[in-house]
């Protein structure tokens, strides 16, 4: 079934969405990389596949596929990912999961250690913003680039 497009149906929401994201890879000192693994993540979380596919393909534009294939078990291969990426997909799992977790003390006391304070804000800012764009592109259905 076909499902709206709402890029199209609702422009000046899409643009002002657009504009957290802007902010997030234009105007924050969090590394590009990290960015896009968090976005990765979180979308995975979520089972958006379109926003798998993109940031996927964004990861393996600075990331070895053999890293990129091992996100959803990050915790499982801490040899891999530094403290930072460790701490910061922690709390991507933390807020994605909010509801369950109720983004706990001792989560956010293991992520305040390794980020400055804003840094932080804008960290969690990168995983609203995701969770607002995976909960678009699923439920409408956004294609992916992915061939057959």
Known sequence: MNRLNWFEVAPDGAKALMGVHHYITKSTS?????????????SQINGC???????TRDLLKTMAIDKVVLVPVWDEVPHLFNAQYRAALAWAEEVTNLSE?????????????????????DLTLAIAAMNAFNRLGAPFRLPVAAKP
Request: with cysteine; charged share 25%.
């Open 101 to 121: 977790t109720h983004a706990s003390d001792e989560a956010y006391a293991a992520v305040a250690e390794v980020f400055e304070p804003k840094d932080l804000v």
């Open 49 to 55: 596949a379109h926003c798998i596919d993109l940031h």
């Open 30 to 42: 969090l590394p590009e990389e990290l960015i896009h693994l968090v976005f990765l993540r979180v």
